[in-house]
């Protein structure tokens, strides 16, 4: 790529985090903490996640991407191995095939985030022994990638961190439980196998240390630092300096070493996970809400219609050179929205790895994610006000 993309950040206005991502459940994570934890109890909690994941088989780590490099592990992938990923997607996957000194195959992306089925051909080669679905926002991967990796002897792996969506798809599947998922906690990866072999496997190489006390209380600071931070940038404006994503963002020196999740954010996802239906028909509902108020602007392409995904963000697409404008202008009118990913193979840590991915340059210069989560109906439709007068001002 020779053209600098725009990557600048949305700045800190007068919006509020919690409006853009589920955080205020993080008291919950505070009260496990105090809690006296009780083996039988957490065991009965494991038993009860068994059933909801519909599996006999289900671990849980210290972070998404320890599940992952265990899954990868247990599919015997290996250096020199070929693992084809998305090449939009948060780089802690491509450090999980990194780590196992495997080579990740960076495939492009169509307009509905997930894989480009054709381009991902063209990269299958008999080293491939591996495709990481990354269901790129919440979207659910298609299921003619399942069906290539079958016709071509090659693993998968289903990266569910943006969703709880339960897939019959793929050898393992992976999710996440971090601060800003839609199953938040401090911290964690789930990993889930229905066949016994495979179970078998995963179990000889789980590793023996678990996240200590003090670990998961400076997790949990960590968090809290986080959010201080967004409070001092909006409040404090001599802080705030107007950034950019930069390519040495991103250092890929650090190997992942897995831990065993302590049982405290297992209890931290069960109280959480038990509303989670109505957190789910609620979430529908808002997405529903804004497709329908948004469909009237040209310059604004929204999330694709799919009752099977469930989504971590609302993210739209928009005309190009648009996407700071309307992001200062939100965040002016008291919505803060963000963007995420860009492709990865942009980072100078990956360079090694790169190669064509014309659609994902383009989108990760269009996707903008407007806060939907925290937002009552009256919200929404003042948010949409708000984009009207954008459209009436500055287009």
Same mark, same amino acid.
């Given at each position: $790529?020779?053209?600098?993309?725009?990557?600048?950040?949305?700045?800190?206005?007068?919006?509020?985090?919690?409006?853009?991502? /589920?955080?205020?459940?993080?008291?919950?994570?505070?009260?496990?903490?105090?809690?006296?934890?009780?083996?039988?109890?957490?065991?009965?909690?494991?038993?009860?996640?068994?059933?909801?994941?519909? %599996?006999?088989?289900?671990?849980?780590?210290?972070?998404?991407?320890?599940?992952?490099?265990?899954?990868?592990?247990?599919?015997?992938?290996?250096?020199?191995?070929? *693992?084809? *990923?998305?090449?939009?997607?948060? /780089?802690?996957?491509?450090?999980?095939?990194?780590?196992?000194?495997?080579?990740?195959?960076?495939?492009?992306?169509?307009?509905?985030?997930?894989?480009? *089925?054709?381009?991902?051909?063209?990269?299958?080669?008999?080293?491939?022994?591996?495709?990481?679905?990354?269901?790129?926002?919440?979207?659910?991967?298609?299921?003619?990638?399942?069906?290539?990796?079958?016709?071509?002897?090659?693993?998968?792996?289903?990266?569910?961190?943006?969703?709880?969506?339960?897939?019959?798809?793929?050898?393992?599947? *992976?999710?996440?439980?971090?601060?800003?998922?839609?199953?938040?906690?401090?911290?964690?990866?789930?990993?889930?196998?229905?066949?016994?072999?495979?179970?078998?496997?995963?179990?000889?190489?789980?590793?023996?240390?678990?996240?200590?006390?003090?670990?998961?209380?400076?997790?949990?600071?960590?968090?809290?630092?986080?959010?201080?931070?967004?409070?001092?940038?909006?409040?404090?404006?001599?802080?705030?300096?107007?950034?950019?994503?930069?390519?040495?963002?991103?250092?890929?020196?650090?190997?992942?070493?897995?831990? $065993?999740?302590?049982?405290?954010?297992?209890?931290?996802?069960?109280?959480?996970?038990?509303?989670?239906?109505?957190?789910?028909?609620?979430?529908?509902?808002?997405?529903?809400?804004?497709?329908?108020?948004?469909?009237?602007?040209?310059?604004?392409? %929204? /999330?694709?219609?799919? %009752?099977?995904?469930?989504?971590?963000?609302?993210?739209?697409?928009?005309?190009?050179?648009?996407?700071?404008?309307?992001?200062?202008?939100?965040?002016?009118?008291?919505?803060?929205?963000?963007?995420?990913?860009?492709?990865?193979?942009?980072?100078?840590?990956?360079?090694?790895?790169?190669?064509?991915?014309?659609?994902?340059?383009?989108?990760?210069?269009?996707?903008?994610?407007? /806060?939907? $989560?925290?937002?009552?109906?009256?919200?929404?439709?003042? $948010?949409?006000?708000?984009?009207?007068?954008?459209?009436?001002?500055?287009?």
């Amino acid at each position: $790529m020779n053209n600098k993309p725009d990557y600048r950040y949305i700045p800190i206005k007068k919006g509020y985090i919690n409006k853009l991502y /589920p955080w205020y459940l993080w008291v919950i994570d505070f009260w496990v903490l105090l809690l006296k934890i009780n083996v039988s109890k957490t065991q009965k909690i494991k038993n009860y996640l068994k059933e909801l994941f519909k %599996t006999n088989y289900i671990y849980f780590f210290d972070s998404g991407k320890s599940a992952l490099v265990i899954a990868l592990m247990a599919l015997d992938i290996k250096k020199g191995d070929d *693992v084809c *990923v998305s090449v939009f997607v948060c /780089p802690d996957v491509i450090e999980s095939i990194v780590t196992v000194k495997a080579n990740p195959i960076f495939v492009d992306c169509e307009d509905d985030f997930l894989i480009n *089925v054709v381009d991902l051909k063209n990269k299958i080669t008999k080293k491939t022994k591996c495709i990481i679905t990354t269901n790129t926002y919440g979207f659910t991967e298609k299921d003619e990638i399942y069906r290539i990796a079958e016709e071509n002897n090659i693993r998968t792996i289903s990266d569910l961190a943006q969703t709880l969506k339960i897939i019959d798809h793929g050898d393992i599947s *992976v999710y996440s439980v971090g601060p800003q998922k839609i199953l938040n906690t401090t911290g964690g990866g789930i990993l889930i196998s229905k066949e016994k072999n495979l179970s078998e496997k995963i179990q000889s190489i789980m590793p023996n240390e678990y996240v200590s006390y003090g670990e998961l209380v400076l997790m949990f600071l960590n968090r809290i630092k986080y959010y201080l931070t967004f409070f001092l940038l909006k409040y404090i404006k001599i802080i705030y300096i107007s950034k950019e994503k930069k390519q040495n963002d991103y250092n890929s020196s650090n190997i992942i070493k897995p831990k $065993m999740m302590s049982n405290r954010t297992i209890y931290s996802i069960y109280f959480k996970i038990k509303n989670y239906g109505v957190y789910q028909t609620k979430i529908k509902h808002k997405i529903n809400k804004l497709n329908k108020c948004l469909e009237k602007f040209n310059w604004i392409k %929204t /999330p694709k219609s799919d %009752t099977n995904s469930i989504n971590l963000y609302y993210t739209i697409l928009l005309r190009d050179g648009l996407r700071y404008k309307l992001g200062l202008y939100l965040a002016e009118h008291g919505f803060q929205s963000t963007w995420n990913y860009i492709p990865v193979s942009w980072y100078l840590a990956y360079k090694n790895y790169y190669n064509e991915t014309p659609n994902a340059f383009k989108l990760s210069e269009q996707v903008l994610s407007l /806060p939907f $989560m925290g937002l009552s109906n009256h919200e929404i439709e003042k $948010m949409i006000s708000i984009i009207e007068n954008f459209e009436k001002e500055l287009l």
